[in-house]
């Protein structure tokens, strides 16, 4: 089946009157898709993230509140969660889809390096989940945006990979201790997305789509709106049973592989990128 743009897909009410609040939000990026996606289902929307110059673009073009939020901050992320409750009057949904890309050697990472990554990838998301989970006293759907890479290998990712699936297994941990609140929590792990700032300049060389193609058997990279199709759905009542779940949105690379390093390298090398 065909690709669908984000202007191809009919606005419908699957989340008519919740509040909602997506942090990692930068242009271009699966943090902007899925606030566009909640807005059109009907949701009212906050937006954060890192950098206020980006948020107010985004937010004047789609027409969400936004507010600054540096995640490896926990005053920050607390301050966040209630004046998004407060501003939208209320919290049903909250998404985080923050996440640093580095790629090093495994003997390389420094101390710095690993401090930052816990800091962007685990002891902030968990501090913002603590924070939504109070409040949420009456229910409401967690969503952390995890990647396939914490579960199918990759050169060189090991501090990225090992947090994202040390997240995966907090959110577990909430879905179990928290769904007498009427708490749902998941993790959406997608691919390559094709058309988001992370992974969309590489996938941009037709090579290196077609490398990654090989290993995908629906045969072509993601896009950020597969991810908002994943989020949306999440968040709403057809999801209703499903809590403590890690839904792949990835053409089923888990059932074959990441390209090597080698690979990919040899890929920029003959393309001159």
């Not at 898709?33 to 059109?40: G, M, Q, S």
């Amino acid at each position: 089946m065909a690709e669908r743009t984000m202007a191809e897909r009919t606005m419908g009410e699957r989340l008519k009157g919740r509040k909602a609040l997506v942090l990692g939000v930068a242009p271009g990026n699966v943090g902007e898709a899925i606030a566009r996606r909640y807005l059109d289902e009907g949701a009212s929307v906050m937006i954060a993230g890192r950098r206020a110059d980006a948020l107010e673009q985004v937010a004047g073009a789609i027409g969400a509140e936004w507010q600054a939020c540096d995640i490896t901050v926990e005053a920050d992320a607390t301050r966040l969660v209630a004046d998004a409750a407060t501003r939208l009057g209320g919290l049903d949904i909250g998404v985080n889809a923050t996440g640093w890309g580095l790629l090093k050697p495994f003997l390389e990472h420094d101390r710095a390096d690993l401090d930052q990554m816990t800091a962007v990838q685990f002891t902030g998301p968990f501090q913002f989940f603590q924070a939504l989970l109070k409040a949420m006293p009456n229910g409401g759907a967690i969503i952390q945006i995890s990647s396939v890479t914490a579960t199918i290998m990759f050169d060189h990712h090991a501090a990225y990979m090992g947090t994202k699936a040390g997240l995966d297994h907090v959110i577990r941990c909430i879905a179990h201790e928290f769904g007498h609140q009427g708490i749902r929590a998941n993790s959406i792990a997608p691919g390559g997305i094709a058309d988001a700032p992370m992974s969309g300049g590489g996938l941009a060389v037709p090579a290196m789509a077609a490398l990654y193609a090989r290993e995908i058997p629906l045969g072509r990279s993601g896009v950020a709106a597969d991810v908002a199709d994943a989020a949306v759905w999440l968040a709403s009542d057809e999801a209703s049973f499903v809590t403590g779940q890690t839904i792949h949105v990835s053409g089923g690379q888990t059932l074959r592989r990441n390209p090597s390093i080698n690979e990919v390298f040899g890929v920029f090398a003959q393309s001159g990128a």
